[in-house]
């Protein structure tokens, strides 16, 4: 696995890096593609919807990415 790779992002009119390894990063813009949608647009969506208090930004992506090929492989 790789080490996290650190980028930035506005969101809601502040400045936040996120640190996710490559394969994450791919999975994201993946998943970013196939709705239409723009990295900065999906991670925006991500943060507003997790719990700020409970989990971080990157832990909520990676469970967003977890989450959305679960999903795709069992679309029940």
Known sequence: MSRPM???????GHRTSLSL???????LREIAQSEGKTLAG???????????A???????????????YRRKANPD
Do not use: P, Y
């Open 6 to 12: 650190k980028r930035s992002f506005q969101i809601r």
């Open 54 to 68: 409970a989990s971080g930004l990157s832990g909520a992506i990676r469970v967003f990415i977890l989450d959305h």
């Open 42 to 52: 999906l991670v925006g969506e991500i943060d507003a919807k997790r719990n700020a």
């Open 21 to 27: 390894e490559e394969s994450f990063w791919q999975a």
